[in-house]
Structure formats: structure tokens, C-alpha cells
């Protein structure tokens, strides 16, 4: 999930290629249902404030089928790679 958080927070910077996403913080993660090999994950996230001085703030939920299996709420923090 937070491999799929970082897609989402560089989907809104100009130049991705040029940043890296560091993960800061995963709060209230809550797993709710067993997921086993061959389970299929979908991952649902969304940003719960614009991106601000390279500060994002997201919340996900993984589902197999109709079923919730995970929920976080995560920070992660965008920078610019060094050179």
C-alpha cells in the first residue's frame, strides 16, 4: 500500500523522475480480514489534504473481492534527489 501511496503523491509532481517519496508516518492501520497467497489486492487510496511543502497526507484501504482487509492512514514526504 504505501508503494501505491507513493505513485499517487508523484502523479502530482511536475518531473517525477526527479523526486523520491520517503514514508514519515503509517497511523490507524487496522487489518480487518485474513488475506492469503493467491488473494488478489486492490488498493483504494486518496490524498486527505492537497501535497504542501512536500508534505502528503493519504489514506488507502486494501479490498480482496468486496472485502475490507487493511486501512492506513499515511504521510509521506516528497524531496528532490540529490545530484
Given at each position: 500500500m504505501a508503494?501505491?501511496?507513493?505513485?499517487?503523491?508523484m502523479s502530482s509532481v511536475p518531473n517525477p523522475k526527479d523526486y523520491i517519496?520517503?514514508?514519515?508516518?503509517?497511523?490507524?492501520?487496522?487489518?480487518?480480514?485474513?488475506?492469503?497467497?493467491?488473494?488478489t489486492l486492490v488498493f483504494a487510496l486518496e490524498l486527505l489534504s492537497p501535497i504542501r511543502r512536500g508534505i502528503c497526507h493519504m489514506q488507502g484501504t486494501a479490498?480482496?473481492?468486496?472485502?475490507?482487509?487493511?486501512?492506513?492512514?499515511?504521510m509521506a514526504i516528497i524531496t528532490p534527489k540529490e545530484s
Open positions: 508503494q501505491t501511496g507513493g505513485i499517487l503523491a517519496t520517503l514514508f514519515a508516518k503509517i497511523d490507524d492501520v487496522k487489518f480487518r480480514n485474513k488475506v492469503v497467497p493467491g488473494d479490498y480482496v473481492g468486496d472485502n475490507i482487509v487493511l486501512e492506513a492512514k499515511m
